[in-house]
């Protein structure tokens, strides 16, 4: 168990940065854990979180890289379901980082 | 390729009463990333995990639910259900949140009968 | 007497031994029990000869929760938390049957 510090308000992360409470989540939090995994936000990258949050919101799972890959390809056009492009937006991986940023739980099947 | 077995995920328990229904739907969503031919069974008290509706909000547990519709995000597109135990139940086929393919419980042994891993809930 | 039963009645049988039993007082069914109530359920026959004779319950949240909230047999009375609480204080004894 950890805490995060933001905007003078403390949240509760597990051992790897990922939020406790789901309910937490907004886009300050959003930014500051973006900066705690060296990622600089784009629109881009903004796009992906929420596409996350929304899946996560229709099937109450965070889904595994492969899925993420082939559902964005599918909502946001072809060129951006490459696992090229969402690596080169999260090097640390898609699934790891995003939904780290996004506030969700670490991807079922992700170890 | 000859290293894809058959493996067939046999739900028999109501889900939140245990935690048999969870545990097994975590298993098929890892297993699917491993390329495998996945099947998956509702039979006996099974068959509730895919009533449509449920509201967990006033038992504080996570609805689980909606998570067998992304199922076919994760390729895994076989969902059969034992037509008896729906009967026995008061359930139809429109009462599922998903769509499946259903079947009789002979016809539901045949499948078991092909299947190279069953791993039962 | 308050019978409480949690368990499916086409998986355990809990609750049929409970009825063959039971002559008179109040069932109350939780968890994965309330389907005992729903309609069409291969067990709604005998749950009504017993509502001949014994007032029966079912805990609304996990009725909620397994998507069966609209098809509660008639004649069973669904309470809240507050409700199974009242049934306990109101009744002198209570059995939890496992």
Redesign the interface.
């Given at each position: 168990m950890a805490n995060i510090e933001v905007d003078g308000k403390s949240y509760e992360t597990d051992e790897e940065g990922y939020l406790i409470n789901l309910t937490d989540w907004n886009t300050e939090v959003a930014k500051y854990i973006a900066t705690t995994e060296s990622v600089d936000m784009t629109e881009q990258h903004w796009e992906v979180i929420n596409f996350l949050r929304e899946y996560f919101e229709?099937?109450?799972?965070a889904?595994?890289v492969?899925?993420l890959t082939?559902?964005i390809g599918k909502k946001l056009g072809a060129e951006k379901g490459t696992s090229e492009y969402l690596y080169g937006l999260f090097p640390y991986g898609p699934g790891k980082q995003a939904c780290k940023i996004a506030g969700l739980p670490k991807p079922?099947?992700c170890v | 390729m000859s290293d894809v077995k058959k493996f067939m995920f046999v739900n028999r328990?109501?889900?939140?009463?245990?935690i048999y229904a969870l545990e097994s739907l975590?298993v098929v969503?890892?297993t699917?990333?491993f390329d495998q031919d996945v099947s998956l069974v509702f039979m006996?008290?099974g068959v509730?995990q895919l009533?449509?509706?449920?509201?967990?909000?006033?038992?504080e547990?996570?609805?689980?639910?909606?998570?067998y519709?992304?199922l076919e995000?994760?390729d895994v597109e076989k969902l059969y259900v034992e037509q008896e135990s729906l009967t026995?139940?008061?359930?139809t086929e429109d009462d599922l949140l998903v769509g499946v393919t259903v079947l009789s419980r002979a016809e539901m042994g045949a499948l078991m009968d092909q299947q190279d891993v069953v791993l039962s809930f | 007497m308050l019978h409480i039963i949690?368990?499916?009645p086409?998986?355990n049988s809990a609750l049929e031994n409970c009825l063959s039993i039971a002559a008179s007082g109040e069932i109350l069914l939780i968890?994965?029990a309330v389907?005992a109530a729903?309609?069409?359920?291969?067990f709604?026959a005998k749950l009504r000869d017993a509502m001949g004779h014994l007032k029966v319950y079912v805990l609304?949240?996990?009725l909620?929760?397994?998507?069966?909230?609209?098809?509660l047999v008639e004649g069973v009375t669904a309470v809240?938390y507050g409700g199974f609480v009242d049934l306990t204080i109101s009744n002198n004894t209570c059995q939890s049957w496992l």
């Open positions: 229709e099937y109450q799972i889904p595994a492969r899925v082939k559902a079922t099947g | 328990k109501a889900p939140y009463g245990t975590e969503l890892i699917a990333a006996d008290d509730y009533k449509k509706g449920q509201q967990t909000k006033g038992i547990i996570k609805n689980f639910s909606p998570t519709r992304a995000d994760y026995s139940r008061g359930l | 949690n368990k499916s086409s998986n968890e994965d389907y729903t309609k069409g359920n291969a709604e609304q949240p996990d909620d929760a397994r998507g069966m909230g609209d098809r809240d």
